[in-house]
């Protein structure tokens, strides 16, 4: 058993490696995984606030205009662990229309589907992936309706319950929000807590 896995990882790895397609030829010379799938180099902050383009893949479904007047600025859904944004497709365009949002959105956390791969660690929580959902909403949203007047329905399953508090952490107070969590993987520590209670909420923990 030990050699054949030595001589097949021999074969598979150093041999004959798998070739593997970047985001980039996907984009180029065939397609994305869904007819809603965007791919943006997005300047979002690191974990220390420094400016970060980050190659990222999201879903974008947009209601007609002619389908009446709208509740809701966007709908933002974020998956759970092992997943990625493609397990919202078959939800997102009845969210959108249901509760008469402009916009559907939601992103691949870094990891996890075809979002860019980082080289550090912090990239790969879901305090970063709140990051990346505020910076994919600040593109999305028209200029001219700001976060200040809008009015956002977030959307968290499992894992993504957690990036989807933080996110509404990061938004503006003013920004009118509708929080549904499926399935929460929720695990906040005592400090996280205590940071929300008594600072700034819009301030989230580092």
Not at 63 to 91: C, I, N
């Amino acid at each position: 058993i030990v050699f054949s896995l030595i001589a097949q990882f021999s074969l598979q790895d150093l041999v004959l490696p798998p070739s593997r397609i970047s985001v980039a030829d996907l984009c180029q010379k065939y397609h994305l995984p869904s007819a809603i799938s965007k791919y943006q180099r997005l300047t979002v902050p690191s974990k220390d606030g420094s400016p970060t383009p980050v190659g990222v893949h999201y879903l974008k479904y947009s209601r007609e205009k002619t389908a009446g007047p709208h509740l809701f600025d966007a709908v933002y859904v974020q998956h759970g662990f092992g997943a990625s944004s493609l397990s919202w497709l078959p939800a997102l365009p009845s969210l959108v229309h249901r509760l008469g949002a402009k916009v559907g959105l939601g992103h691949d956390m870094v990891g996890f589907g075809f979002t860019d791969r980082q080289k550090t660690l912090d990239w790969y929580t879901t305090d970063a992936s709140a990051r990346i959902g505020t910076a994919v909403l600040d593109k999305e949203v028209s200029p001219e309706e700001s976060q200040l007047n809008s009015k956002v329905a977030l959307f968290g399953h499992s894992l993504g319950a957690i990036g989807t508090l933080k996110m509404a952490l990061r938004l503006p107070r003013e920004t009118a929000k509708l929080i549904v969590l499926c399935s929460p993987a929720l695990g906040l520590s005592a400090g996280f807590a205590e940071e929300s209670k008594d600072g700034d909420v819009n301030d989230p923990p580092g």
